[in-house]
């Protein structure tokens, strides 16, 4: 509608006459980008504002135009779109033309008399309650039935046909319309009858696909064919003296899985899948087939001074025979070369060729007080915490003070540097500097380094907004290490995604989940790229899926929440945060303090009582990576109430600080209403995401 949703619909642009007129508030542009996606995927054409006003078209002509030329108009009806003289006004030009209305009721705000005078006699459904992907279907099957040529070409019996079909719809008992009589004709009587038949056929078949979908998507990856050349590495056992050895035995392992990663012929889950299953009591067979793999290598290590004993074991997960095993005693200085006749024996296991492509390349040889400092720094890198991240520095350090020609080292400092401006470890523009520069001298000193690359692409898209090469190091990343989950991550979401390449943007996400099945914050984050393609549907179940699978990832629950608000789900969206709060450490008493406080300015306010009380009390969220508690995360609210100038502010002062959700302007929902503004514009240009 003319007030709508701004410029930058994620929907392609269409022109023309449409069958269906939406009309809605801009706060509700997501439930209309919704809508319009539902309708369209089941056969109907949709006008949308502004993705269909043409460039160079008086914009009231164009809305005018489009719904006299409309057979139905759906409309979003919330509080916002109550009180939007636009709206109102569009409501009016369809009644005036006869044109049947449905009304998509989002939650229970009464009608002023100037609204509710033109839709006592429409048809509604309520997705306040049932949510709106339960009233898409039921939406989609009226639309049809009201825009069939059978139906619209003759008026009379259209007029005949409307007062039947309103019985699709429920009754509001509260007084809000006024209550309408029925026909007592006969054909009324059969398009009743026929109606109800229609909608009972095509919702039963509707429950009857969702009951069996959504175990499926809470499902693990399903991988229909595992391929025989396969192997997970899980952690090797720390068999020290005094048990405090696993920094190494762990480090060792990683070093295993990044070794027979890079042999192009061999599937190798990723870290954080194959240490998944660490201390919980799993059979081989279980992980094998979680993770899609034919071979699991375990092993175990025992250090004591300068010494090593490392034993390890090849085993098929089908049968459970041991293909390989041996044990290793050598000395300290010796464990690279120990490493590399591991990788060597599974390669030759599983007859796999290392000619014509990607294959086993040479451990590093550095001393092994540089390395032992090293494998401390991945611990700490591992951990993702705030505290491990500050202590995997400080080791990365030590170990490039005692070895300066350490490439590897220097990458693992930049990639540390990289996640500790996403968990908000210090100031975005010393961090990413300090990623540049690490990132760089690894490269100086060996440019094969392909997670050195990825991190630069990573800090030229988010510190200099240099586009052209951070996708020249991101592509020059995943060259050199096709099986990196993490690059082909950082590839899809700080550089496909901020372009609106939506479509190449799952596929990688797609493809670092397939990398590393078990992984929380992959498998989230391709909720939050659907979200950003206005996927909603697919973003619902995705993340859905994902905190059932991952009850503890609080990110989980802070993106499954800020998909809800998209869809009108406040009641949900709150209980997730209350999750989220509680997994990131907040005392559970003031977690639902703060619950009963938003449930009930959403009660007595709608969901700008909720947007106003989230800006109350912004430090709950503090601890969470991705919660309302950043310049860019107020922004977010103060858009989501619809006060531009604040949201621009804070804007401009996340711009300043380079915090790197910036990148995610041109995307994120939140922002729709800010697109034809100047000063917005301004801000993607300087960002370089100007459309």
């Known amino acids: 509608m003319a007030e709508g949703s701004g410029e930058g619909q994620a929907v392609g642009a269409h022109s023309g006459t449409a069958n269906v007129f939406i009309s809605y508030a801009s706060p509700d542009s997501a439930v209309a980008g919704i809508v319009c996606d539902a309708l369209e995927r089941g056969g109907s054409s949709c006008w949308l504002a502004p993705r269909n ?77 049932s949510g709106i992907e339960r009233a898409l279907p039921k939406l989609a099957d009226a639309v049809q039935h009201l825009s069939a040529p059978s139906l619209t070409e003759e008026p009379r019996d259209t007029s005949s046909t409307l007062k039947s079909l309103a019985n699709l719809f429920p009754q509001p008992t509260n007084g809000t319309w006024r209550g309408r009589r029925l026909s007592r004709s006969l054909v009324a009587i059969t398009a009743v009858i026929t109606a109800i038949v229609v909608y009972l056929i095509a919702d039963k078949v509707w429950l009857a696909k969702h009951a069996t979908e959504l175990p499926v998507a809470a499902a693990t990856p399903a991988i229909l064919a595992i391929p025989e050349k396969s192997v997970a590495v899980l952690p090797f056992l720390d068999m020290s003296e005094r048990k405090d050895q696993e920094y190494f035995s762990d480090g060792l392992s990683e070093e295993l899985i990044d070794m027979l990663a890079k042999v192009s012929e061999l599937r190798v889950p990723a870290r954080t899948s194959s240490f998944y299953f660490k201390g919980k009591q799993t059979t081989i067979a279980d992980i094998a087939r979680a993770l899609g793999v034919a071979y699991v290598l375990e092993g175990s290590v025992r250090k004591s001074g300068d010494t090593l004993r490392i034993t390890a074991q090849l085993i098929r997960a089908g049968n459970g025979y041991h293909i390989w095993s ?66 995997a520095i400080a080791a990365f350090d030590r170990a490039i003070a005692i070895d300066p020609k350490y490439a590897l080292a220097y990458a693992a400092l930049a990639r540390t540097y990289s996640v500790a401006t996403v968990v908000g470890l210090g100031v975005p523009t010393e961090t990413l500097s300090n990623a540049r520069d690490a990132a760089s001298k690894a490269l100086a000193i060996d440019d094969s380094v392909a997670a050195a690359h990825s991190t630069l692409g990573f800090v030229y898209a988010h510190l200099a907004f240099d586009w052209a090469a951070a996708e020249r190091e991101f592509r020059r990343g995943i060259e050199l290490n096709p099986s990196d989950a993490g690059g082909h991550m950082f590839y899809s979401n700080s550089f496909l995604s901020p372009h609106g390449r939506h479509d190449d943007a799952i596929a990688e996400m797609r ?25 909603y549907p697919d973003a619902l179940a995705q993340l859905q899926k994902s905190v059932r699978q991952f009850p503890n990832f609080a990110v989980g629950h802070e993106r499954l929440a800020h998909l809800y608000t998209y869809i009108g789900r406040f009641d949900d969206a709150i209980s997730e945060e209350t999750k989220a709060r509680v997994l990131v450490g907040e005392d559970s008493r003031d977690a639902l303090k703060q619950e009963d406080a938003l449930r009930a300015a959403l009660a007595a306010h709608g969901p700008r009582g909720y947007w106003a009380e989230l800006l109350t009390v912004p430090q709950i969220n503090a601890k969470a990576p991705e919660a309302y508690s950043s310049s860019y995360g107020f922004a977010l609210l103060y858009a989501r109430l619809g006060e531009k100038d604040k949201a621009l502010e804070l804007l401009e002062r996340a711009y300043a600080e380079r915090q790197i959700a910036m990148t995610e302007i041109a995307v994120e929902p939140a922002f729709d209403p800010l697109r034809s503004d100047q000063h917005f514009r301004s801000l993607l240009r300087r960002v370089g995401l100007a459309q």
């Open 53 to 129: 006003v043409v460039p160079g078209e008086f914009y009231a002509d164009a809305i005018v135009h489009a719904i006299d030329s409309s057979k139905v108009l759906v409309l979003i009806l919330s509080q916002d779109a109550a009180s939007s003289p636009h709206v109102l006004r569009e409501v009016e030009r369809a009644s005036s033309k006869r044109h049947p209305v449905i009304s998509l009721r989002m939650d229970l705000t009464p009608l002023p008399a100037a609204l509710e005078y033109f839709l006592n006699s429409s048809h509604w459904l309520d997705a306040s309650a």
């Open 326 to 391: 041996e044990t290793y005693d050598r000395k300290l200085t010796d464990v690279f070369m120990v490493q590399d006749q591991i990788a060597g024996a599974v390669v030759k296991a599983l007859k796999v060729s290392l000619l014509e492509g990607g294959g086993l390349t040479a451990s590093p040889s550095v001393s092994p007080e540089a390395h032992q400092a090293y494998l401390e720094g991945l611990a700490g890198y591992n951990s993702r915490t705030k505290q491990g991240l500050a202590s």
């Open 511 to 535: 493809v670092a989940l397939e990398l590393d099945p078990l992984s929380a914050s992959v498998d989230s984050f391709l909720g939050r790229t659907y979200l950003w393609a206005r996927r």
